[in-house]
């Protein structure tokens, strides 16, 4: 059941640490992992929402050490390889080499989509400890074909064995997917790949736009456990494409029942398209600051959609997660201001 069309990376147990306040623990990755393993899934990422050394104050803290997750993960595994995200800046070539040193076969190197030459050491890093290497170009929405095109050749030229198009913010629409992974396609020699969000119910339109403008490499999570409304669901996603005759190599059963019986339980709230997580896609904004969004909005009680739409306006980008509270204090203020000369 080796044979695939498309390589799919699970990231639930990344991803979806955002959605859970970055709360994993080792019982729960262990047996996440082990029955993704079973189902035959080629790559489980395993990291701190924001990727290695993420775990602070400004993006959350994690419940258990990221490490001890990442070790236990590879242990379980018998055919999946356990990979990582890093964004330069957050997580150090340090945190790398210990994430390689445990046994992790593959590094995802994000950066914003305007900085990829911020990757190069790591991308170099990277390769030079022998792992399979993804350059990750975040919040891809934000710029025009031209210059996406021009950053992920950059990532190319440091060693990148894959470029992924990332919609941090479930932002973009089925034409501009299909525009611009075309457009990779023909300036790139390594594959390509895409990672979506959910927040305009548009993940899985957008997935297969981008699989049949050829991207191979496509990332799901489980239950849509994944930050804002989650990313394209990786049980339905193996389901209809078995119906579209590409070959995934999955076990479509053992996915669903992973998915009800194992990960829907770990969910704090199912996981739906609420009013914030719509909001992230249409004003285009990083879909991890919805559950910072959301607190800033009780501790100054405005509403959670005017500062996700203030941050859109403001073109804010991960690693801004400070910009959050300052924005939801401004609105209280001007509403304060507001409500004293009526
Ligand atoms: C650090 C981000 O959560 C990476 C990601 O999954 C995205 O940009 O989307
Ligand atoms: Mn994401």
Same mark, same amino acid.
């Given at each position: 059941?080796?044979?695939?069309?498309?390589l799919?990376?699970?990231?639930?147990?990344?991803?979806?640490?955002?959605?859970?306040?970055?709360s994993?623990?080792?019982?729960?990755?262990?047996?996440v992992?082990?029955?993704?393993?079973?189902?035959?899934?080629?790559?489980?990422?395993?990291?701190?929402?924001?990727?290695?050394?993420?775990?602070?104050?400004?993006?959350?803290?994690?419940?258990?050490?990221?490490?001890?997750l990442?070790?236990?993960?590879?242990?379980t !595994?018998?055919?999946?390889?356990?990979?990582?995200?890093?964004?330069?800046?957050?997580?150090?070539?340090?945190?790398?080499?210990?994430?390689?040193?445990?046994?992790?076969?593959?590094?995802?190197?994000?950066?914003?989509?305007?900085?990829?030459?911020?990757?190069?050491?790591?991308?170099?890093?990277?390769?030079?400890? $022998?792992?399979?290497?993804? $350059?990750?170009?975040?919040?891809?929405?934000?710029?025009?074909?031209?210059?996406?095109?021009?950053?992920?050749?950059?990532?190319?030229?440091? $060693?990148?064995?894959?470029?992924?198009?990332?919609?941090?913010?479930?932002?973009?629409?089925?034409?501009?997917?299909?525009?611009?992974?075309?457009?990779?396609?023909?300036?790139?020699?390594?594959e390509?790949?895409?990672?979506?969000?959910?927040?305009?119910?548009?993940?899985?339109?957008?997935?297969?736009?981008?699989?049949?403008?050829?991207?191979?490499?496509?990332?799901?999570?489980?239950? !849509?456990?994944?930050?804002?409304?989650?990313?394209?669901?990786?049980?339905?996603?193996?389901?209809?494409?078995?119906?579209?005759?590409?070959?995934?190599?999955?076990?479509?059963?053992?996915?669903?029942?992973?998915?009800?019986?194992?990960?829907?339980?770990?969910?704090?709230?199912?996981?739906?398209?609420?009013r914030?997580?719509?909001?992230?896609?249409?004003?285009?904004?990083?879909?991890?600051?919805?559950?910072?969004?959301?607190?800033?909005?009780?501790?100054?009680?405005?509403?959670?959609?005017?500062?996700?739409?203030?941050?859109?306006?403001?073109?804010?980008?991960?690693?801004q997660?400070?910009?959050?509270?300052?924005?939801?204090?401004?609105?209280?203020?001007?509403?304060?201001?507001?409500?004293?000369?009526?």
């Open positions: 059941m080796n044979e695939r069309d498309v799919i990376t699970e990231v639930a147990l990344r991803d979806g640490s955002h959605a859970i306040a970055h994993y623990k080792v019982d729960q990755v262990v047996r992992t082990k029955a993704l393993d079973e189902a035959n899934v080629p790559y489980i990422e395993v990291s701190h929402g924001d990727g290695l050394g993420g775990s602070s104050l400004q993006y959350g803290l994690s419940t258990t050490n990221e490490f001890e990442i070790e236990a993960a590879v242990h !595994c018998k055919q999946s390889k356990i990979a990582v995200l890093l964004l330069p800046g957050i997580g150090t070539v340090k945190e790398l080499k210990v994430a390689a040193d445990l046994g992790v076969k593959m590094a995802r190197i994000a950066t914003h989509v305007t900085e990829a030459d911020v990757s190069k050491q790591h991308i170099s890093k990277s390769k030079e400890l $022998g792992l399979e290497t993804v $350059g990750f170009l975040m919040m891809s929405h934000m710029v025009p074909v031209e210059k996406l095109v021009e950053q992920a050749l950059l990532m190319e030229s440091y $060693g990148a064995d894959v470029v992924y198009m990332v919609d941090s913010a479930g932002a973009f629409l089925p034409h501009e997917v299909k525009q611009r992974i075309a457009a990779l396609r023909q300036a790139l020699s390594v390509i790949g895409f990672h979506a969000h959910n927040n305009l119910s548009l993940a899985m339109a957008n997935t297969l736009v981008a699989i049949e403008e050829g991207a191979t490499r496509i990332d799901g999570s489980v239950r !849509c456990l994944g930050a804002g409304a989650g990313n394209t669901q990786t049980e339905v996603l193996v389901g209809v494409l078995e119906r579209l005759n590409i070959k995934t190599g999955i076990d479509f059963y053992k996915m669903m029942d992973l998915a009800e019986d194992i990960v829907a339980p770990i969910l704090h709230t199912p996981q739906e398209i609420t914030g997580s719509l909001i992230l896609g249409y004003a285009g904004v990083y879909s991890s600051f919805l559950l910072h969004a959301n607190r800033a909005a009780k501790k100054w009680n405005v509403d959670a959609r005017d500062i996700l739409v203030e941050l859109g306006k403001q073109r804010v980008v991960g690693g997660e400070d910009m959050i509270q300052d924005v939801a204090s401004k609105i209280a203020k001007e509403r304060a201001v507001l409500l004293k000369g009526e």
